[in-house]
């Protein structure tokens, strides 16, 4: 009877089979990328194909730190070193990859690492040397190629950032034969015209792309150079030899641009806007100090001698006039007092007494007479009226007789 098998057991004797055969547990592929995947996990997956078949593939996070130099994109025709197995929950196999390589790298790869080696040992990379960037530079130089997104992503940044510093372009190759030769010109001559900073890079591209930035002479020129160079070649993980030999390395041209050209216009703004506070603040301050001048100025002018005198000379008059006023009725009282006195007194007087026919007699020693009986015949007397006086003589007295004593008689 014939043994029935399950699909693991199949699965697992495939996987058995491919890991016995020699050829399959280190082999190297070549084909094109597709379908590439970066999981969130860390790990890759991709298809790898040519013009007849296509096989599938992983690299896992922990071999992608010593196996990877390089982003993966579908279209690019790369080298793949791993081993081919069998992935048993899908009855699948595939390439498990511990190494890529673009296509065509690897000796420049090794050139590259030969280069970088050496001029690390004779002392090119050492941070010691490394040239200070100016903060404030007024002449930048721009080794670069003359058409290009490079030359102009870093025009319009120095626009941006600080249009009055003055920008020299060399327009060097910047790829194919010839190209390090003129990039190794463009820093000699403008490390002649007394630059502050000299930049030079170019856009991403293919490390052949890139190689004229890998080149021996275009390290030894960066060396030699007596002004700052910041290097700013292809993308972010390109590294070149000029990024390891140059003063200062940026991940772009633009961020080369932006590292050797300070943003002059942010720190304009800026200090407009400080200014804009400051006058805001001093207004509010001057305002304050006007308000508070005023009120000082009234208690001044309050407390001042002068208007103390002034206070004092209106009070003054004030209480003059109440005193007048006072005087004058106190006056006017004594005044009515006077002429009731007056008018009583001259009841009494006796002078007051002869108005209307009536006399005052005086004798001889001026003595009041008030009866016949003080007086005899010839005896001079005056007799006092209003207007003057009478002098005369009593030729004869003639006593009156009493009602009273004629009854009773």
């Not at 050829?23 to 084909?31: D, P």
């Not at 010691?128 to 721009?142: A, F, L, M, Q, S």
């Not at 509010?284 to 208007?307: C, F, G, M, T």
Request: glycine share 8%.
């Amino acid at each position: 009877m014939a043994t029935v098998y399950s699909v693991l057991q199949i699965n697992t004797y495939i996987k058995n089979m491919f890991k016995n055969d020699y050829l399959l547990r280190n082999v190297q592929i070549k084909g094109e990328l597709s379908n590439v995947k970066y999981h969130s996990s860390g790990h890759i997956y991709f298809t790898l194909k040519d013009d007849g078949s296509a096989l599938n593939g992983v690299m896992f996070r922990q071999a992608q730190m010593n196996g990877l130099n390089f982003t993966m994109e579908n279209g690019q025709s790369v080298v793949v070193t791993g081993n081919v197995d069998v992935y048993e929950r899908d009855g699948r196999y595939q390439i498990y990859a511990r190494e890529i390589a673009m296509d065509g790298m690897g000796n420049l790869y090794e050139a590259y690492e030969r280069l970088k080696q050496k001029l690390y040992e004779e002392g090119l990379f050492e941070f010691d040397i490394k040239k200070e960037i100016p903060k404030y530079p007024r002449k930048v130089g721009i080794v670069t190629a003359r058409t290009g997104a490079a030359i102009q992503d870093i025009l319009n940044i120095a626009k941006r950032r600080n249009p009055y510093v003055q920008l020299y372009l060399y327009p060097a190759r910047v790829q194919g034969e010839g190209a390090a030769e003129t990039i190794v010109h463009g820093i000699e001559v403008l490390d002649k015209m007394g630059m502050d900073t000299i930049i030079i890079g170019r856009g991403g591209g293919s490390i052949e792309d890139l190689w004229p930035f890998n080149e021996e002479i275009v390290a030894r020129a960066i060396y030699r150079a007596q002004t700052p160079i910041i290097s700013g070649t292809g993308h972010e993980i390109d590294n070149t030899i000029a990024d390891y030999a140059a003063d200062l390395r940026a991940p772009t041209p633009s961020a080369a641009c932006e590292l050797a050209i300070p943003d002059v216009m942010s720190a304009v703004n800026r200090l407009k806007q400080y200014e804009k506070r400051i006058k805001q603040c001093m207004n509010q301050r001057l305002i304050q100090s006007v308000q508070r001048l005023r009120v000082l100025s009234a208690e001044l002018d309050s407390a001042a001698p002068k208007v103390r005198l002034e206070n004092q000379k209106m009070y003054l008059d004030s209480q003059q006039d109440r005193l007048i006023q006072a005087v004058k009725h106190k006056l006017g009282s004594r005044r009515h007092q006077y002429e009731i006195l007056l008018t009583r007194l001259n009841g009494l007087s006796p002078t007051a007494k002869l108005v209307g026919g009536y006399g005052y007699i005086e004798g001889e020693k001026r003595k009041p007479i008030c009866s016949v009986k003080e007086i005899k015949g010839e005896e001079e007397f005056s007799v006092t009226l209003w207007d003057g006086t009478i002098f005369g003589v009593a030729t004869g007295i003639e006593e009156k007789v009493e009602t009273s004593d004629v009854r009773k008689e």
